[in-house]
């Protein structure tokens, strides 16, 4: 079943197929883009609340660790700033050891942390009073004199904490170390050293736990691992190992300066937007496999009767021109189909008897203008004869008339020949000036500027010389002084450029863009200018044409481009246009 539908989705092309891949098309397709948000949508979501986990964990463990450390910080503050530590270090016991020994004691009781031999003193006044023995949690100076951290204390005022940057070790016991400064009226009188067990940190970050399969590491400021939990079911022991690429991190800093970095895997994360990948997918299946059946359902009834109806047409060809043949029952869609069809039938018999009779009509037409054909000669003999008459009648201006007029419609006709030598298109242009000037009575001027060589060139018959007709017709009607035409000539590369210039009334830019656009309705002689832009394209290309510069009262200048050709160039070009066409 599966098979059949499949095979019929992507190989046939009836119009029950089209159907059938049309529903399933817009059935699934707002599935997809739901699918595709939902998806990006979980994984955003699942990479928040990843970012969320690590951070909450992050901001548990450094306020669990500072909460630590400012108990200690805060137990230093009250050691520094107790007057009869202060004073009494300062006494000169060289010659007084009871009243030391009894300060000691005093010392031990204010500090009251208990400790053992094993485990480092959390609080040590290092004193700088050589006459004061050493206790319990006093000591000399001696012992911290060579320390960087200890020499920038001295010149810290009491309010100020300077942490080792090293974790200090004491029988195998790491602690985290701070100094601070004790001052008695701006002189440096003692230096008190705490150690804070870094198990106590450690303690901190574990509590508070590592996400899922994640990690919680502290380092310290040179990038050393302090301490790093879930290494057993992670498998990781080098911080070098934990990395952007395959860990969401993120980091914050504690009191003492030291680096806590939460690290969340990237894998966990995709595992999650594989889950969510693969629901989506099995359901999109099972989506899929129930629309392509209840798609295949309702196109079967759909077009069920249409393909009865197709397939009766395809076996009875007669059907087109006997739609009587053609039997509708019923009343639904496909039944108005039916019955449009039928009257498209019946119009196309009509159309097709129409086209008969027209096809008739015309090749009678043809056979009477075949008879009816003029031959050229009998209207040059005809002109030949009106000539000689004028002559014998001494009428010699009817006579240039007539001899301009044999000689303008020679070229023109040219025994049905569409092109001609420029030569010969100059020499038309000529003798229809003189027309012109007989039959207005006017003196129009027409001047020929030709570079060298461009006259041997062949161009198409009635090129410039509607361009000149509108000229004389349009620009110089009506001038009786000065009115002037000049064309000039020359070639640009493999071009030829002609300019056709007069000095008449000119155009408005809406005529020249109503022209230039096939859009002006006025003719020129049967050969308006609309024809020359047309045959142009037509046998040069869209890249020739023509160019109109026209100023109100200045007069116009039309510009026509064409390709350099011969006579076999251009009749090649020509027979190549026909046989498009």
Request: no cysteine; proline share 2%; net charge neutral.
């Amino acid at each position: 079943m599966l098979k059949q539908i499949w095979n019929s989705f992507f190989s046939a092309s009836s119009l029950k197929n089209q159907i059938f891949r049309n529903l399933i098309l817009f059935t699934t397709l707002p599935f997809i883009i739901i699918a595709i948000y939902i998806y990006v949508y979980s994984s955003q979501k699942n990479a928040k609340a990843a970012d969320d986990e690590i951070r909450d964990k992050l901001n548990g463990s450094i306020q669990s660790i500072n909460e630590t450390l400012v108990k200690y910080i805060d137990k230093s503050s009250y050691i520094i700033t107790n007057r009869y530590l202060i004073k009494n270090i300062q006494k000169d016991y060289s010659n007084d050891l009871e009243q030391m020994m009894y300060f000691l004691d005093n010392v031990s009781a204010m500090i009251g942390e208990p400790y053992s031999d094993n485990i480092k003193n959390p609080y040590i006044v290092h004193a700088f009073n050589e006459t004061l023995y050493e206790g319990k949690f006093v000591e000399g100076s001696g012992s911290i004199q060579r320390n960087e951290t200890v020499d920038k204390v001295k010149k810290l005022p009491a309010t100020e904490i300077a942490w080792e940057p090293d974790l200090t070790v004491k029988n195998n016991f790491r602690y985290v170390t701070f100094y601070r400064n004790i001052v008695d009226f701006n002189r440096s009188v003692a230096i008190l050293e705490v150690n804070i067990p870094f198990q106590a940190i450690e303690t901190g970050m574990g509590e508070i736990g590592s996400p899922e399969k994640g990690l919680i590491y502290s380092t310290d400021e040179t990038g050393r691992l302090l301490y790093m939990n879930n290494r057993t079911s992670t498998g990781i022991t080098d911080i070098r190992n934990v990395t952007p690429k395959h860990y969401k991190m993120v980091s914050g800093t504690i009191k003492s300066g030291y680096t806590i970095t939460v690290a969340f895997p990237k894998r966990v994360l995709d595992m999650k937007n594989l889950e969510t990948f693969a629901l989506l997918i099995l359901f999109f299946v099972f989506y899929i496999a129930v629309t392509l059946l209840a798609s295949r359902i309702t196109t079967q009834k759909m077009t069920s009767s249409l393909e009865s109806f197709i397939s009766k047409i395809k076996r009875n060809d007669h059907l087109l021109l006997q739609e009587d043949l053609i039997q509708i029952k019923g009343n639904d869609e496909l039944s108005i189909i039916k019955q449009k069809f039928k009257e498209l039938v019946s119009r196309m018999n009509e159309m097709y008897k129409e086209m008969v009779s027209v096809k008739l009509e015309n090749s009678s037409m043809e056979m009477e203008l075949l008879q009816a054909r003029i031959n050229p000669h009998l209207l040059y003999n005809s002109l030949s004869v009106i000539k000689w008459t004028a002559l014998w009648n001494k009428d010699h201006n009817t006579a240039q008339i007539i001899d301009a007029m044999t000689k303008y419609y020679r070229t023109a006709l040219s025994k049905g020949n569409n092109i001609i030598s420029i030569a010969s298109e100059l020499d038309m242009i000529k003798e229809y000036v003189t027309i012109i000037r007989y039959a207005h009575s006017s003196k129009y001027e027409l001047h020929i500027d030709m570079q060298e060589g461009i006259i041997d060139f062949y161009t198409l018959k009635h090129l410039l010389q509607p361009i000149v007709e509108n000229s004389v017709l349009h620009g110089l009607n009506g001038q009786e002084e000065d009115a002037r035409v000049t064309i000039k000539g020359y070639r640009e590369q493999s071009d030829i450029v002609f300019e056709v210039i007069d000095n008449g009334r000119g155009m408005e830019r809406e005529t020249v863009e109503q022209i230039l656009n096939l859009n002006f309705t006025a003719s020129y002689g049967g050969y308006g200018i609309r024809n020359v832009i047309k045959r142009i394209h037509a046998y040069y290309g869209n890249d020739y044409g023509i160019q109109i510069e026209s100023v109100i009262g200045n007069g116009t200048k039309v510009t026509v481009r064409i390709e350099a050709l011969v006579e076999n160039q251009l009749k090649e070009r020509l027979q190549s246009s026909l046989t498009l066409q």
